[in-house]
């Protein structure tokens, strides 16, 4: 089993940036396709960015060119880097882990981490 737990959310001004990290227990951390989800208030949980076992990465259209993720597999950490902030992306963040590969489908996670908020100000 893996227990995840992210750093690194709070407030910051449109346009600014924010690095957020997600650290993981357990043996097998390098056997689970890694990423990152996001929700807002009245609405559904979606895909933000995800990295496979070998390393290949995935973005939603909404923050490609904006966000990094990346993955340590020595640290177990998967840290998201967030650049040229916008209000829009105001939302609880989850680290997400999958054993195998890669999914942007919320119901097809196996493990969440506890959330962050991320709030951008305008």
């Known amino acids: 089993q893996v227990q995840l737990v992210e750093f690194g959310g709070g407030l910051v001004q449109a346009g600014g940036s924010l690095r957020l990290s997600c650290a993981a227990s357990?043996?097998?951390?390098?056997?689970?396709?890694m990423g990152w989800f996001r929700q807002a208030p009245g609405k559904e949980r979606e895909f933000v960015a995800a990295i496979s076992r070998s390393g290949g990465t995935y973005y939603a259209d909404s923050v490609k060119g904006r966000f990094t993720i990346s993955r340590d597999n020595a640290k177990n950490t998967v840290p998201l880097q967030m650049n040229s902030l916008k209000p829009e992306d105001t939302a609880v963040y989850y680290c997400?882990?999958?054993?195998?590969?890669?999914?942007?489908?919320?119901?097809?996670?196996?493990?969440w981490g506890q959330g962050t908020q991320v709030t951008v100000s305008s």
């Open positions: 997400a882990a999958r054993s195998g590969f890669v999914t942007a489908v919320a119901a097809e996670i196996d493990y």
């Open positions: 357990g043996r097998t951390f390098s056997s689970y396709a």
